[in-house]
């Protein structure tokens, strides 16, 4: 039988090991309460990434914008680059979708020029603020968002317009929202004349993102419906350069055979 000491000492090693034990559980119950804590955070974080990415801006349906009915081809052409041109990077670049109008951002006390380079050549354009300040605005947010960089001249009537800046290149898109400048009753379409499409069921003035040159004669039949955003200072050749280029099925209004690309569009403000 053991004698007390020897006692002692069983007792002793036998409440180490339960000591011992007894921090060990408290380790792993630590650690099981830390692991669910960074399982929940990256719960959340996931969630928060999705909540982000679904709160992105949602593409609205746009009504068909023309001057009269626009073809409905893909941007893509067999043709090749017009004018000998090269396809611009920016032609690859999703173009962004808003919701609403931007705020007025230009300023009335400055003047807005807009210089577009295309496949062409260069055409620069005096922005009218006064005359469509909503239109005016919309169309500088635009391109200061790159928006025009990379589109199509999609539509050419032959000594009467040239017409771009759908996203779609199909004539039937837009930016997301419409503004509207109703032109004055006395409104001339004459050469020169920079202003937006819009479908037949819409408001005079409504306007998107696509516009159109005024090229020849035949604008001067236009009522006045569209709102005007400016007038060419230069480089109006190269507009009428664009009007003559070959059309799909030697018509003399509709799809280019060639693509002719807005490579960028610059906004000057003085």
Not at 10 to 37: G, N, Y
């Amino acid at each position: 039988m053991p004698n007390r000491r020897t006692r002692e000492r069983q007792l002793a090693k036998l409440a180490q090991r339960r000591a011992a034990e007894r921090r060990k559980k408290r380790r792993q119950r630590t650690l099981v309460a830390s692991l669910a804590v960074l399982i929940a955070l990256a719960g959340l974080s996931f969630g928060f990434v999705l909540i982000f990415r679904n709160t992105s801006p949602k593409t609205k349906p746009v009504a068909k914008a023309s001057v009269t009915p626009t073809p409905t081809a893909t941007p893509t052409l067999a043709g090749g680059v017009a004018c000998g041109g090269t396809v611009p990077a920016a032609s690859a670049v999703k173009k962004p979708t808003f919701t609403k109008a931007p705020k007025m951002s230009i300023k009335a006390t400055k003047t807005y020029t807009a210089t577009m380079v295309t496949s062409c050549g260069t055409v620069v354009m005096k922005l009218l603020r006064k005359e469509s300040p909503n239109t005016v605005n919309s169309f500088v947010f635009l391109a200061r968002h790159h928006f025009y960089d990379g589109l199509i001249f999609h539509r050419l009537s032959r000594d009467f317009v040239i017409q771009g800046g759908d996203p779609t290149g199909t004539g039937t898109g837009g930016p997301g929202y419409k503004t509207v400048d109703a032109p004055p009753k006395d409104a001339k379409y004459t050469v020169g004349v920079v202003a937006m499409a819009k479908s037949g069921a819409e408001p005079a003035g409504t306007s998107g993102s696509q516009f159109f040159i005024v090229t020849g004669s035949q604008g001067a039949s236009l009522t006045p419906d569209y709102a005007i955003i400016g007038t060419v200072v230069s480089g109006q050749d190269v507009a009428t350069k664009i009007d003559q280029l070959p059309i799909e099925g030697n018509a003399s209004d509709g799809r280019p055979t060639q693509t002719i690309y807005i490579v960028k569009v610059t906004i000057k403000e003085s």
